[in-house]
């Protein structure tokens, strides 16, 4: 069975702002959530310009100033937090990976673990 | 007409806060800083200037998104400025401004300055690795790592690489108009260039990209040596900031590297022990690739030892 991996409360994520999620020993997330209009949108931490490249200048940090774009700060990258396009930079037109998010009625912000195939849940 | 090498890259950026919090993190010092900007400084004086975005004494960007607004490059005499004026002078417009440095335009349409050169003499020595019977070793009972030690410092401003449209011309304007030279290239990508004045692998990559990628790909700093470099790199990481590619040792220039996100939309570099070269070297070609780009690459861990508490199966999956 895929398994629903819990990842925060929908009360710990801010408006306009991201949480990365699943830090590796290298300190980068597997993904991050930006919420945006209270929507939550979920995004793999990796740039499409280089192949998984991680996307934050610092842990949590995915949003240009102007908290109008998620941004890969190799090359600085934006990209619309809602539908994941690139519309600046080296991978103009590209899109980020989705991540599928669940929020249950207790407000636990989950998602799809396809890592966790099989696995007992 | 002798250039010496970079002495400052100035940034317009709109979180001058979080920038300046950034490079002081990689080590470098905070020198008259305010929520306006203000100059970051390596051990030997060379550094990054931030200012706001919209500073009016700034140049224009390149665009793209690119927050690099000028480069300040040294050179050894007030002749080599006088010459570097007269050359310029040719074909574009030459600003001299109030500080006596001058400033133009590459043809990539990079604002360059050139400044007689401000660069400290600084004593340092570099890494030494002990080995029985070598003259070159560490004094005795000098320690070669100090987990104990303060910020690590960069001692001096090394290169910058430009994404740049059309990487022929961008060639031909640093060396046949400011006097560098090729030291190696990348095959289809694009040449270091070493400035007249200056015997180190590079101060300049240049790398042909489509127009629209026009910018920065990464700047950086000489540490000490590898064991500074990695020791920084590994407390750069613990405070947050993301590792892009290393560390590891370039071939071309053989400099050990780290590189990492940085909120200027290129990355930064760590770098440490760079080939030097002077015109007897002849400049090598190399397809560019995985294995022509570092002779080994490695990844940060956290630490671990092996001993009575190590987990039945070690520390491996």
Redesign the interface.
């Known amino acids: 069975m895929n398994k629903f991996s819990p990842l925060c409360h929908v009360d710990d994520l801010e408006n306009d702002c991201t949480k990365g999620f699943l830090e590796n020993e290298n300190g980068q997330d597997a993904i991050f959530i930006v919420k945006k209009n209270g929507e939550l949108y979920g995004w793999k931490n990796a740039c499409p310009h280089v192949q998984g490249a991680p996307m934050a200048w610092r842990k949590d940090q995915y949003l240009n100033t102007q908290k109008t774009h998620l941004t890969c700060f190799a090359h600085g990258a934006l990209f619309d937090p809602t539908t994941g396009l690139c519309i600046q930079g080296p991978c103009l037109g590209k899109t980020l990976e989705k991540v599928e998010l669940f929020v249950s009625s207790e407000g636990i912000v989950s998602f799809l673990d396809l890592n966790n195939k099989n696995k007992e849940s | 007409m002798k250039v010496v090498g970079l002495e400052t890259i100035i940034f317009g950026?709109?979180?001058i806060p979080?920038c300046a919090t950034?490079l002081t993190d990689y080590g470098l010092i905070p020198v008259d800083v305010t929520d306006e900007g203000g100059r970051f400084e390596a051990l030997d004086g060379t550094g990054v200037v931030l200012a706001k975005t919209e500073d009016p004494s700034l140049p224009a960007s390149v665009g793209?998104?690119?927050?690099m607004r000028k480069t300040i490059m040294g050179v050894a005499d007030q002749q080599s400025l006088d010459d570097l004026y007269a050359e310029l002078s040719k074909d574009r417009a030459v600003e001299t401004l109030a500080d006596g440095s001058i400033e133009s335009h590459d043809d990539s349409g990079f604002a360059i300055g050139f400044q007689i050169s401000k660069k400290k003499q600084i004593n340092l020595v570099g890494e030494i690795s002990n080995l029985p019977g070598s003259p070159f070793q560490r004094p005795v009972n000098q320690l070669g790592v100090d987990v104990d030690a303060e910020q690590i410092r960069p001692i001096s401003l090394s290169h910058i690489v430009y994404f740049v449209p059309d990487v022929k011309k961008a060639e031909a304007f640093y060396v046949e108009r400011l006097g560098f030279r090729c030291t190696d290239r990348f095959e289809d990508i694009g040449p270091f260039l070493q400035p007249s004045g200056s015997l180190e692998h590079h101060t300049h990559f240049l790398i042909g990209?489509p127009p629209?990628?026009q910018?920065v790909?990464h700047f950086t700093f000489h540490f000490s040596g590898p064991t500074e470099l990695m020791q920084n790199g590994e407390r750069f990481?613990?405070?947050?900031?993301?590792?892009?590619w290393g560390p590891g040792r370039h071939i071309l220039g053989s400099n050990w590297f780290w590189y990492f996100?940085?909120?200027f939309?290129?990355?930064i570099e760590m770098d440490a022990d760079m080939d030097l070269h002077d015109k007897n070297w002849t400049p090598r070609v190399s397809p560019m690739g995985a294995d022509a780009s570092q002779a080994f690459l490695m990844?940060?861990?956290?630490k671990w030892a092996p001993g009575a508490d190590t987990p039945h199966n070690g520390d491996y999956e």
């Open positions: 950026v709109d979180d979080s950034f793209n998104g690119c927050m990209a629209f990628m910018g790909e990481i613990k405070k947050g900031y993301q590792a892009f996100n940085s909120p939309a290129c990355h990844r940060n861990r956290e």
